[in-house]
């Protein structure tokens, strides 16, 4: 079956992005700053976070900040929660989001808060659970959640739960792995989880594994290598992932890897890229494979970097 | 309409006959801007040509705040090389704003990038605060378009968040519930469809709730259920039907009855198997047929219904054991 080629990987994290003409570097440029996250969290799982040059990262992060307190995904970018979740998180991992105005930051995220709790993803005022997550996460990271309702939060995430016990991205929305990851880490990070059915949804949740091991992140859909992550973690939160055959998912992602060349892919024999070697490594590291960090599930960080900033006072 | 004929040839063509925008003669007076990735870049990215010198002209523009209609040419090349930058977009709002610009017009160029991009968030946005804007008389468009996508994807998350919204926002209710059932009729495992049919009973104005639909949505799932008893989302949709409470569940004989029928023929079929289980956990006195449709599954008679019920899910699905295991632990105790 194999072993996780933890060398290649690094090697692939390290050199990927810099081949021309690359469909994946155009695809990158606006999201560098997701692509930052994805790659330095990989390498900090993989214990070679100090192959980088921090100084670096932190004064080309800080150079995507807006004016307004948020993130663009690359210098010269408008600013969205998206990327700056992606810029709190590699700062956590350096242990520098001192570097940060925090009030700042956490203002913008604030300020996107909606009436009914729901959170916009930028001025423009698209709404989804996905930025609840990011909201909430972020400003925890911060120590900042008190600059928001977050009872109002709590309830528009719960109103978009379903009848199969998962969520979605608006109320109605149907069920789907990724969308329940964020409402189910929201929950959590606000010690909510009580409002979760917890074995209706891991019920679901565990009816993901497919029969090749891996999971899939809506009925009668393909496995991913990314759903080891957005399933697994909130498995993991609602304490129900011994209910799927743990095994057969770690063979599934290791199936998954380029053993040449580094990186993981979706599926098996499928071309490999950044965010599902992160996916499938974090998923491996959930799963307590040998060698790795163990990374938190709500906050999608090391353990460490998670007791670095809230255990400290 | 004449956008629309323009980016045809403009894409049939661009490989041969694109002119760099440095040598286009409207461009003249604007100093393209370079990328600043830093002077020691991390992760350096080595662009293309082409997509390096339209995003230096495009910084030029952004930064200028040059809200014109060449600016606006610009993004839409802009968009073409890559329809997923999210500042791109955003600048290409201000200009059409500025510029009051037709936005049907908008709504034909979106849908020929949106159909080769039909997961791309910022396409969807922009599409949204498009219809928006054009209010409840695009409303028909929207579902159509949105119709177009499911012929190629039927379960395509982003469609069916626009559709939702569609008809929450801009109305366009009376043909859903047919809609789901052509869907349906296509693909019964398609679980979007499922999902959307309850959104339907549950939240369209015409039908008057899932006190009034219920009865028929019964019937609707069971006859799924008969067709394909493997099929996860009917059987979750009868327990949505019933918000999950088993006790009304067990109190519409139909559902203990199709159990039967599909344990008849299909005596390995989980879905029944759990429904089976929670019936006889929450008291249900099972018929001579049900009983006698566990009894054949398993010759281990010391175990009372339920937990054998469980020990048989165990070997048809080995993969959750665990869970039936934990199910057995939720057995009631026998009166």
Partial sequence: ?313 | MNQKVEFEVEEEEEERSRIPISERPEWADVRPLPQDDGPNPVVPIAYSDEFSETMDFFRAVYLADERSARALELTQEAIFLNSGNYTVWQFRRLILEALSVDLREELEFIDQIAKNNTKNYQIWHHRRWVAEKLGSNVASNELQFTGEIFSQDAKNYHAWSHRQWVLQTLGGWDDELAYCDELLQNDIFNNSAWNQRYFVVTKSPRLGGLEVTRDSEVAYAIKAILTKPENESPWRYLRGLYKNDVNSIANDPRVASVCVDVLTNEKECAHALNMVLDLLCNHYQPSIELKNAIDALSDNSDLELAKKVCSVLQLVDPMRANYWEWRKTTVPARD
């Fill in chain 1, 1 to 313: 079956m194999g072993e996780l080629e933890i060398v290649k990987h690094v090697k692939y994290i390290l050199t990927v992005e810099k081949k021309k003409d690359d469909f994946e570097s155009v695809v990158m440029e606006h999201l560098r700053l997701n692509g930052a996250y994805w790659g330095l969290t990989t390498l900090d799982i993989l214990q070679k976070l100090d192959t980088v040059d921090v100084n670096e990262v932190v004064s080309w992060i800080m150079e995507c900040q807006h004016e307004s307190g948020g993130f663009g995904g690359n210098i010269g970018h408008d600013p969205h929660v998206l990327y700056t979740l992606s810029a709190i998180q590699v700062l956590a991992l350096f242990d520098k989001i001192d570097v940060l105005d925090i009030d700042k930051v956490a203002d913008y995220i604030s300020s996107l808060q909606n009436e009914d709790g729901s959170f916009s993803g930028d001025i423009w005022g698209e709404i989804d659970t996905r930025f609840s997550y990011i909201a909430i996460c972020s400003l925890a990271l911060l120590h900042r959640l008190d600059k928001i309702n977050v009872e109002k939060a709590v309830e528009y995430i719960v109103s978009c739960k379903n009848l199969d016990g998962g969520f979605g991205c608006t109320p109605g929305g149907e069920s789907h792995a990724g969308q329940i990851f964020c409402c189910v880490g929201a929950l959590a990070i606000t010690g909510s989880l009580h409002h979760i059915d917890k074995d209706l949804l891991g019920w679901w949740l565990c009816e993901r594994q497919v029969k090749s091991g891996g999971l899939n992140g809506r009925p009668e859909k393909l496995p991913d290598v990314c759903y080891s992550w957005w399933v697994l973690s909130s498995l993991i939160m609602i304490d129900r992932v011994h209910w799927i055959d743990k095994g057969k998912l770690v063979n599934f992602i290791l199936d998954c890897q380029d053993k040449e060349n580094g990186g993981i892919s979706d599926r098996p024999n499928d071309a490999v890229d950044v965010f599902h070697t992160y996916f499938g490594i974090a998923g491996l590291s959930l799963l307590e494979y040998r060698g790795l960090k163990p990374i938190d599930p709500a906050y999608a960080l090391p353990v460490d970097v998670v007791n670095r900033i809230f255990l400290r006072k």
